[in-house]
């Protein structure tokens, strides 16, 4: 059964399949073994030992598959964009969504339901084949990811690109940056992502509440200081600047540690925020509103501060502006004790 079944969709998907084994329960469960999908180069798409689907409907005559669970252990799946603008994919999502035959009467495009998608211990990569640019930090030109674990719940394509309930979402990529846990209702379009409900931990930061980012594509992720608009409501959040220079290399040679609770909107380069609190070095605490125009270049950088609430000492301020600074700066007068 499993040599049939690659067989078949080897030749609908003119590729080549292999399934070391396949076991069914009638219009219930499906449990692929061994499971290889190549591209239409013969390069490795997905590789599987182990796919687990627990269906709800499946119908194709009415073209719907319901499913209730997809569970993945280990395997690996490498997306890649050729210098065309054509993905490695695209023949996949083109056979559902292709037309019938002139001799055939229309049919509607297939429809595909998730209620759950389980992920444990699963490689991902990504190569965009038109850069070849190398950048410190993640590249999301060039992404790899290991020890990707995660659960997706009501996963729902018709109003986004992709919106579901992700509980404790789990990775290392390449570049360093470590995710500890991400749980929040995501909502992903093609140019804004939307956490609501956020925790998120990583090397060193902690995030929660709400964080959106509003891009013009994707790839501006590599440009973070001047093409990605933040728009953020952090609760007793903590954020160090190493996890940050993942995104924004920039900031590599800044280190600083703060505690953060209030709203904050704009780009890296020009950041407003209302109703602040910061907590940073070991007697530094400040609240108010601040306009902060310059980042990354803190020489360069100005800042507009109303202030509700502040307290510090000299020799705190200036261990914090050395940090920021990535050298030694005795600028604070003594009056500030």
Known sequence: MAKKAAAYLSKELKTTITIGGLYVKPFKSVVLEDLVVFDLQKDTLANFPKFLVDLNKLSLKERILDVNTVQVNNGSFFLKDYKDGSSNLDFIIDYFDSPAPRNRPKRKKFQFLFDRIILNNIAFKYKNLKKDTIINGINFD?????????????????????????????????????????????????????????????????????????????????????????????????????????????????????????????????????????????????????????????????MDMKIEMAGTNKKDLDEILTDIAGKKIKSIPIIVN
């Open 142 to 302: 060039d992404i790899s990811l290991t020890k990707l674990n995660g659960i997706f719940e009501g996963l729902n394509t018709r109003e986004h690109v992709i919106q579901a309930n992700i509980k404790n979402l789990t990775f290392k990529e390449k570049s360093g940056f470590n995710l500890k846990n991400l749980s929040t209702l995501a909502s992903i379009d093609t140019n804004a992502i939307e956490l609501k409900n956020l925790m998120l931990v990583t090397n060193q930061t902690k995030l929660t509440d709400y964080f959106q980012m509003k891009f013009g594509r994707f790839r501006d992720f590599n440009n973070f200081v001047d093409k990605v608009r933040m728009n953020a409501n952090f609760k007793d959040s903590h954020i160090a600047s190493s996890d940050i220079a993942y995104f924004t290399p920039e900031l590599k040679k800044m280190k600083l540690d703060i505690d953060i609770d209030g709203k904050i909107t704009g780009y890296v380069r020009d950041l407003k925020a209302k109703k602040l609190s910061i907590k940073a070095g070991k007697a530094t605490y400040i609240k108010g509103d601040f306009t902060l125009k310059g980042l990354p270049d803190f020489e360069q950088t100005f």
